[in-house]
């Protein structure tokens, strides 16, 4: 998709010095506070009596579930929600081909009895969610209802989508969704993401999880607190610094099939962008722009320092055993090749609050 249409965050805000800690929950808060108070309060203030639905748009690893978590962590989680679809077919398929949840299964059924429509009978279209097989392609109208299930139980909050529209033919039917679900007064909009190809595969490829308590982390953008080395290997290691982990200080393993990078997911990457340009040329429906890169050129005019990803190395300390952090500027190409840093999420995040309030506001109006 066209860079043209995501300008360059600009988070500078007069009277604001401090250095926040962005990593730690209160002085996060302190910060969204600082930089978007406005606009908090804007959202706070429409959420006490409506809803919106957003559908997040971006490439796969783009980082939607973050900026959601977010939105929801200065609102509250009773005011907003992030809704997969492909966490709700997953838990619906887990339901059809488990012959001891009857019952739920029994309570899908009637609801999409009664609110399923397409061109394929419903049962050839759930035939699909009763093979084993994963890559069979569920008909757009059945992903649909199952949606419109997931969002009656979200009902009277705001919701952001994840995971549709997927496809182009899903693209039209985006513009009456709102309708369909029955949030009819309620203001919808696209939250386009921006993001290097070239962070997406350093994401990838130094992505690390603890084999215990699944907490993600990245050898070389996001470390723990404790980094190991193992000798034989010659390899660092990062250590699972969760406290709420029964096996605290467990080695972090990478994925299998990470360590590719981004190539692996190239045709999936590729449908993605299709899907944004074509939903960018939608009229009537507001956009919201996130970017996740700064021009390296310009970026001190307009973020502040600790606003940018660091890159981490590791290196032995002089008594051979122990194990120094260095960390470093992070410098990647965007998409037109210029030199750029990759912001963290939360003033992304910023971005993300102030151009929805304007939306909210708008519609007010
Ligand atoms: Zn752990």
């Not at 604001?16 to 978007?36: I, Q």
Request: aromatic residues 10%; contains cysteine; hydrophobic residues 35%.
């Amino acid at each position: 998709m066209d860079s043209k249409y995501f300008k360059p965050l600009n988070t500078k805000t007069e009277g604001v010095t401090k250095r926040f800690d962005l990593a730690d929950p209160e002085e996060r808060k302190e910060y969204f506070s600082a930089k978007a108070g406005g606009a908090i309060e804007d959202i706070k203030k429409y959420l006490a009596k409506g809803t919106f639905v957003a559908y997040l748009l971006g490439k796969k690893n783009s980082g939607k579930g973050t900026y959601t978590k977010l939105f929801m962590e200065v609102v509250g989680s009773d005011k907003a929600a992030h809704v997969s679809v492909g966490d709700v077919v997953r838990s619906v398929e887990k339901i059809f081909q488990d012959s001891e949840r009857a019952k739920e299964k029994e309570e899908v059924m009637k609801f999409l009895t009664s609110h399923y429509r397409g061109f394929i009978p419903l049962s050839e279209a759930i035939s699909a969610l009763e093979s084993r097989s994963q890559e069979k392609l569920l008909p757009s109208e059945l992903i649909l209802s199952l949606l419109k299930m997931e969002l009656d139980k979200q009902a009277g909050k705001a919701v952001f989508i994840d995971g549709f529209p997927r496809d182009l033919d899903q693209v039209s039917y985006a513009l009456f969704l709102r309708d369909l679900m029955g949030y009819r007064y309620d203001p919808d909009f696209f939250v386009f993401i921006n993001i290097p190809e070239s962070v997406i595969d350093e994401r990838m490829k130094y992505r690390v999880v603890c084999p215990s308590c699944q907490t993600p982390r990245n050898t070389r953008l996001f470390a723990t607190k404790e980094v190991g080395y193992n000798a034989e290997k010659e390899e660092f290691y990062l250590k699972c610094d969760n406290p709420d982990c029964k096996d605290k200080g467990a080695r972090m393993v990478g994925k299998e099939g990470d360590s590719a990078g981004i190539e692996s997911i190239r045709g999936r990457l590729d449908k993605d962008d299709a899907v944004m340009d074509k939903a960018v040329g939608l009229e009537g429906v507001p956009k919201v722009f996130l970017r996740n890169s700064i021009p390296a050129g310009t970026a001190k005019e307009n973020v502040d320092d600790y606003e940018i990803t660091p890159a981490y190395s590791y290196k032995l300390g002089s008594d051979d055993k122990s194990v120094e952090v260095v960390e470093d500027s992070w410098v990647i190409k965007d998409d037109d090749g210029v030199d750029s840093y990759s912001l963290l999420a939360p003033p992304v995040a910023v971005s993300l609050f102030r151009q929805i309030a304007d939306i909210l506001n708008k519609f007010q109006e």
